[in-house]
């Protein structure tokens, strides 16, 4: 992602603030495809997004409500309640 958005002009410190706001709200199948929020409190503002993204497992997403997953490939934590997008 970092070579996409340097091409679009952004610095290091651009790119940063970007990426942190996954910190708030969520992805919803009807708007974008994607399902879940990227961390437990979708409405603060803090790190948490970071801390996850480094310390927690992500594995690609198989199933939604009992259901295979169809919607685009992204990842969710060892209990199915957060997610990554594949860019993230």
Same mark, same amino acid.
């Given at each position: 992602?970092? =070579?996409?958005?340097?091409?679009?002009?952004?610095?290091?410190?651009?790119?940063v603030?970007?990426?942190?706001?996954?910190?708030?709200?969520?992805?919803?199948?009807?708007?974008s495809?994607?399902?879940? =929020?990227?961390?437990?409190?979708?409405?603060?503002?803090?790190?948490?997004?970071?801390?996850?993204?480094?310390?927690?497992?992500?594995?690609?997403?198989?199933?939604?409500?009992?259901?295979?997953?169809?919607?685009?490939?992204?990842?969710?934590?060892?209990?199915?309640?957060?997610?990554?997008? =594949?860019?993230?």
């Open positions: 992602i970092i =070579p996409n958005i340097k091409g679009m002009g952004f610095n290091d410190n651009e790119i603030a970007l990426l942190g706001a996954h910190a708030l709200g969520r992805c919803h199948t009807d708007r495809g994607y399902w879940g =929020p990227w961390t437990f409190a979708e409405n603060t503002f803090s790190n948490e997004y970071f801390r996850l993204l480094i310390e927690e497992r992500w594995s690609p997403k198989m199933s939604h409500n009992g259901k295979p997953w169809d919607g685009p490939d992204q990842f969710e934590d060892s209990t199915g309640k957060l997610m990554m997008l =594949p860019s993230d």
